[in-house]
């Protein structure tokens, strides 16, 4: 299985700061790399696929990039209700696998 | 609006089964996979298998294999979940969700049923 491998655990920052979360794939997974944002008691909701398309109706303030197996979400100009969990999912073959998750917390 | 609706919280004994449905609208429903999940509190997200809604063909996480079995009912649009010989390890919160056409991410779920097993 391929093992997602995501940091911080937690996060903190300013609103109006720019945070980045990563998550580092245990093998190449071609770009095939999703990024979900869940709220407490709710499930999640995915942001970006493919490592860097945004999904219909997600502000553009969030943005995904990569680097090797390594992958990362950026997420400029922070307001108060993106201080909640995300999430990485490989997509490239199955079983598909997340990171553990990143809460976010504002300072 | 697509929407992806979950029956209720259940409460089962240790051995039991339980039946977990999620019941679709807005869609084609025979054109995508559905996909289960499960989430234990306040830790990572498991893929337990998927299914697709034209002709009932399913895969599975190897790890869940004999723990679920994944069937629909096209004439509803109604994906379920059987779990079996519950333990304390399957209380969890079990999320359906649909895959993406052409990518195997997850672009509505449903909103998530507590299955606490405990005697």
């Known amino acids: 299985d391929i093992q997602m491998t995501q940091s911080p655990a937690s996060l903190s920052a300013s609103l109006g700061e720019t945070v980045t979360i990563e998550c580092l794939a245990s093998?190449?997974?071609?770009?095939?790399l999703a990024w979900y944002q869940q709220k407490p008691g709710k499930s999640p909701q995915l942001l970006i696929y493919?490592?860097?398309s945004l999904q219909d109706g997600v502000p553009s303030r969030f943005s995904g990039s990569e680097s090797g197996t390594q992958y990362s979400l950026e997420i400029n100009s922070l307001q108060s209700e993106d201080a909640v969990t995300y999430f990485c999912?490989?997509?490239?073959?199955?079983?598909?696998?997340f990171g553990s998750g990143t809460k976010l917390e504002i300072k | 609006e697509v929407q992806l609706q979950q029956s209720g919280a259940e409460l089962v004994k240790p051995g039991a089964s339980v039946k977990l449905s999620c019941k679709t609208s807005?869609?084609?429903?025979?054109?995508?996979?559905m996909s289960w999940l499960k989430q234990m509190p306040g830790q990572n997200i498991e893929w337990i298998g998927n299914?697709?809604?034209?002709?009932?063909?399913?895969g599975y996480n190897q790890k869940f294999k004999g723990k679920a079995t994944l069937t629909v009912d096209k004439s509803s649009s109604t994906a379920y979940m059987d779990l079996s010989s519950l333990t304390s390890e399957d209380s969890a919160v079990y999320f359906c969700?649909?895959?993406?056409?052409?990518?195997?991410?997850?672009?509505?779920w449903g909103q998530g049923v507590m299955v606490t097993v405990s005697s």
């Open positions: 969700a649909r895959r993406g056409l052409t990518t195997r991410v997850f672009d509505y």
């Open positions: 807005g869609y084609t429903f025979s054109n995508y996979y």
């Open positions: 299914i697709y809604g034209g002709n009932g063909g399913t």
């Open positions: 093998e190449d997974i071609y770009s095939n």
């Open positions: 493919d490592a860097s």
């Open positions: 999912q490989q997509h490239h073959d199955y079983p598909l696998t």
